[in-house]
């Protein structure tokens, strides 16, 4: 299936406050895989419009120079379960002694989701200089704005990469270039799992303005923290 190829645009809108979107963004949460329900109901993936639109969102990043360091492989269907297969092979022939049940659960990893999308970090030779650091950072930005897409399409979304992203055989059998890595899987179905809240970082601890030590910088409200 083909990402929507989008006429150049002739002009955009200027920055504009959304308040939609910055709710959004403010509440932003993953829905673990663990708590979606595939394909049960009549609830099914995307289907390949809003795939479509998915994609072509997720591939709407920050690109030094234009070098789509990316790519995409789609597990729709029965897809998921062969790759399921050979990722069940993988785990049987390096863990023989583990319960047979144990097997079966890394032979279904893909049919948690009703839909898999591995993001493919592709990153070129630039002769211009693009470092490949940018490249990978650019691949983990169409990481985010798939999640982003899926959830605002209404589909629950994760960001998995668990072991079999690392594993070489299993990327041979995705057919990935020596130079070419997973970045992710994103899984996206259907939840009835109201997300729990997670702890976020205090941003105070984090943010300084230039010249200023850590702990006495100012908050991005103004107020100043204390030096203790
Ligand atoms: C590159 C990457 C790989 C990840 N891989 C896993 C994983 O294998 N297993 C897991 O439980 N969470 C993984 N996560 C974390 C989840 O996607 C998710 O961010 C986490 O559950 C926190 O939820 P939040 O996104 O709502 O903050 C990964 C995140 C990133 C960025």
Known sequence: MRPVVTPPEKSLALPMRSDSVLKRLRSRRSNLVKGMVPDKEGRFGPNAETLSDILTIAARVPDHRKLTPWRFIVFEGAARAEFDQHIGRVFKTENPDMPEDRVTFEACRLQRASLVIAVISSPKDCVRGTP??????????????????????????????????????????LGLGTFERVAGYIYIGHTDAVPLPRTRPDINTLVQNFGTKLAGSKRPDGSRKSET
């Open 132 to 173: 490949k650091w940018e490249q990978e950072l650019s691949c983990g930005a169409v990481c985010q704005n798939l999640l982003l897409a899926a959830q605002a399409h209404g589909f629950a979304a994760q960001w998995l990469t668990e072991w079999y992203a690392y594993h070489a055989e299993i990327n041979a059998v």
